[in-house]
């Protein structure tokens, strides 16, 4: 089973949409943002937040993702 999934995947990942590889290991978010938007010819918005506000809505999203069991 896991085999299976991992050849569908390898086949997936072999697409052209992936052809631009991002080595993101020593990258900040907004780094990494910027890239991906210029290889993509995107006009990203100015960030305005403060280092406080870009923090909570970090850990907000963290917050989001984090499923509770019923």
């Not at 907004?30 to 850990?59: F, G, H, M, Y």
């Amino acid at each position: 089973m896991i085999i299976g999934t991992t050849d569908r995947c390898m086949k997936g990942l072999a697409n052209d949409i992936f052809q631009h590889k991002i080595d993101t290991d020593h990258m900040s978010i907004e780094r990494v943002a910027e890239t991906i938007a210029s290889q993509s010819n995107i006009e990203l918005l100015p960030n305005n937040r403060n280092k406080l506000k870009k923090k909570l809505d970090r850990i907000k999203t963290q917050l989001k993702h984090i499923r509770f069991i019923n």
